[in-house]
């Protein structure tokens, strides 16, 4: 096997690796969008995500906010990690199989 097809492979390892990696972490964080509601003059924070068909709101303290804003901010970055890294895959894929 020539240098780059063996560095090819290398890096379709690493990224099948990363790849579960991101899924294993993208499964723990909150998936949706923070939305507010103004009450009787006060403010409450609703995280909101789709379950097949229906719309769920949770209710997030204030004490919490931040942390799940930061976790949703998060899960962002890793969801277009997870599509960039898939197309890499998808190339290091087909020219390990001669098809490029």
Do not use: C, F, W
């Amino acid at each position: 096997m020539n240098m780059i097809l063996s560095t090819v492979l290398q890096e379709k390892q690493r990224i099948d690796y990363m790849l579960a990696r991101y899924q294993e972490t993208l499964s723990e964080l909150p998936k949706g969008t923070i939305s507010e509601k103004l009450i009787n003059g006060n403010t409450y924070y609703y995280l909101k995500y789709r379950d097949g068909k229906k719309v769920i709101s949770k209710y997030v303290g204030k004490d919490n906010i931040q942390e799940v804003k930061e976790q949703i901010e998060k899960r962002r970055h890793i969801e277009a990690m997870i599509k960039s890294l898939t197309e890499e895959q998808r190339l290091a894929t087909k020219i390990l199989e001669g098809n490029l």
